[in-house]
């Protein structure tokens, strides 16, 4: 999908004019120029939708704690005035700062596509812009992803805004597994796995998972290219929002790359649905569409021939069963012997 990126979609600048897609040198936050080899710069993208404050606080994080020579992508969704201004101001501050100026949403997939391949990195983070970042985060992405040649992408710890207890971490990645086939895949949360603190043993354990959330994650850009990056849209098929961080793990994997999570790399996600307004334009327009979410997850489960969509959670068990036309609530037991001997999660280092 990212090769083919500047012929699907249109890379401008605030002016409408097109950005420089062939740029052969890119400033780092120092006003260091690196290029024609980009082996010391990591490139950040971030998705601007509306939610103008929390992508400056992202960005802010990001300057405030990365020692690490970066770059930011922010590719915005044809936000209103208000966030325009705040991101306009961002990219006049800092040289290494970068907007791609949509007309309109082209999906999670899309916007991050965009990014992937507008950035210069040897690697790339892709980020929410509701994640601050905490001290050190980058330095310990980077250290787990050189220790192999096959790692192609590794996660961070991500807690809560309170910032004692877990929001995503290893321990919370699961796939069903058999003779290599993958016919289930998600999240557990439930029990014990739902009450995580931030130093806590399971918490702590890093090491290769069957996937990884997206939120805050670094990958080796040929490793993104060798797998086609995200399966956005295109002639109507592909994911537009939905279950994108599940199949590029699986795009990942597929090229004969791993998945690590690192324990060391932290960041907050300010990610509480129970706090939103869900009217508000961002959750309306781009996050709570949940026709769209459907489509995706379907298109999701079809690709791959997957089954079961693990998500049980501290209060009830959400998982799905994809039955060949539609998806029906069940209460997935894990450990029954159906699926006990099937279970892939965290390999410990």
């Not at 300057?63 to 005035?81: H, K, M, W, Y």
């Not at 597994?177 to 806590?200: A, C, F, H, P, V």
């Not at 791959?304 to 039955?323: A, R």
Request: aromatic share 10%.
């Amino acid at each position: 999908m990212l090769i083919d990126m500047a012929d699907r979609y249109s890379f401008l600048d605030r002016d409408g004019k097109p950005l420089n897609l062939d740029r052969t040198t890119a400033l780092d936050q120092y006003g260091k120029e690196h290029g024609p080899v980009f082996s010391n710069l990591t490139s950040i993208i971030i998705i601007s939708a509306e939610r103008g404050t929390d992508t400056k606080r992202c960005v802010e994080s990001v300057f405030e704690n990365t020692a690490e020579p970066f770059e930011i992508i922010l590719s915005d969704v044809g936000s209103g005035r208000e966030t325009l201004e705040i991101i306009t101001n961002i990219e006049d501050a800092h040289k290494n700062v970068h907007v791609i100026y949509n007309r309109q949403s082209t999906g999670t997939t899309g916007q991050r596509n965009q990014g992937i391949y507008f950035s210069r990195g040897e690697y790339v983070v892709v980020m929410d812009n509701d994640v601050l970042v905490l001290p050190g985060w980058l330095k310990h992405l980077k250290e787990t992803a050189k220790t192999d040649e096959k790692i192609g992408m590794v996660g961070a710890k991500l807690l809560r805004a309170e910032v004692e207890n877990v929001y995503y971490c290893g321990c919370h990645t699961v796939t069903l597994e058999k003779e290599g086939t993958i016919y289930g895949i998600g999240l557990t949360k439930s029990g014990q796995m739902g009450n995580l603190k931030r130093y806590d043993p399971l918490v702590m354990e890093g090491g290769q998972v069957p996937w990884y959330t997206t939120t805050a994650l670094l990958a080796k850009r040929r490793a993104l290219f060798e797998a086609g990056g995200f399966d956005d849209m295109v002639d109507g098929k592909g994911i537009f929002i939905a279950n994108e961080d599940k199949d590029l793990s699986m795009n990942i994997r597929k090229a004969g790359y791993k998945i690590y999570y690192c324990p060391d790399s932290e960041a907050i996600h300010n990610h509480d649905y129970s706090k939103v307004d869900r009217k508000d334009s961002y959750h309306s327009r781009y996050r709570l569409r949940m026709d769209q979410i459907v489509r995706d997850t379907e298109y999701f489960l079809n690709k791959w021939g997957i089954t079961y969509l693990i998500e049980k959670l501290p209060h009830e068990d959400n998982s799905k069963k994809w039955d060949g036309k539609e998806l029906v609530r069940v209460d997935l037991r894990l450990d029954s012997d159906e699926f006990k001997n099937d279970i892939v999660t965290l390999i410990k280092q």
